[in-house]
């Protein structure tokens, strides 16, 4: 019990931090609408793998490099706030263009495998994540957890990560909302541009 409560406590953190609305949903919504399913669940996948990858940075001391090199960790939350600017550009240009549909096997690869990218990319390029781990286990977990308690907190935020991802692909991949997508697309494009926009530069240029 003296270790299951913290776990719980920050499963249940986690998760609503995770279904907060931020570039993660819009990124895997609009890939999810825009090239189907499995890229969708890819992207999905990408939110998992980077999310793993900052909770382990947390909880295996890389904060403490980011605090003691503050240079580094304005430079990443730079770089991460001029990607989400990147993909803005790219909604924005290629709004006006019709939905393509993901039927050949060749389109269905190079839908999915970009969408895999751009969402790794946009997990990894925000070094918030890292300080919102490290808060929560500070927070959460005791000063010392043993290491199967460790590898329960990765495995935590790895179930969360993928779980919410994939059912906002499932929402978002059906007929009815890649119907009201085709429809919309120029404005919803442009809509999620700016939102990405705006966020872009929240993250490059507000401090912690």
Do not use: C
């Not at 003691?68 to 790219?90: C, N």
């Not at 790895?158 to 429809?183: D, M, Q, V």
């Amino acid at each position: 019990m003296t270790y299951l409560l913290p776990l719980l406590g920050l499963a249940a953190v986690h998760l609503m931090a995770a279904a907060s609305p931020g570039p993660s949903f819009v990124v895997v919504a609009q890939t999810a609408v825009g090239s189907g399913r499995r890229a969708g669940l890819l992207a999905a996948l990408a939110m998992m793998l980077g999310a793993v990858a900052w909770a382990a940075a947390a909880l295996y001391g890389l904060q403490a490099l980011f605090a003691r090199f503050e240079w580094l960790y304005l430079a990443m939350r730079i770089g991460g706030g001029l990607y989400l600017l990147y993909l803005a550009v790219m909604l924005w240009r290629h709004a006006p263009e019709p939905l393509s549909e993901p039927s050949a096997a060749g389109h269905n690869k190079t839908g999915a495998a970009q969408g895999f990218v751009r969402a790794l990319l946009l997990q990894l390029g925000n070094p918030k994540v890292m300080v919102f781990f490290g808060s929560i286990f500070l927070a959460l977990l005791p000063a010392h957890p043993p290491p199967w308690m460790q590898a329960a907190t990765l495995a935590i935020v790895a179930f969360n990560e993928f779980t919410w991802y994939a059912l906002i692909t499932l929402l978002f991949s059906g007929g009815p909302a890649r119907s009201i997508y085709r429809r919309a697309k120029f404005w919803l494009d442009r809509i999620m541009g700016g939102a990405l926009a705006l966020l872009g530069l929240r993250l490059a240029l507000l401090s912690r």
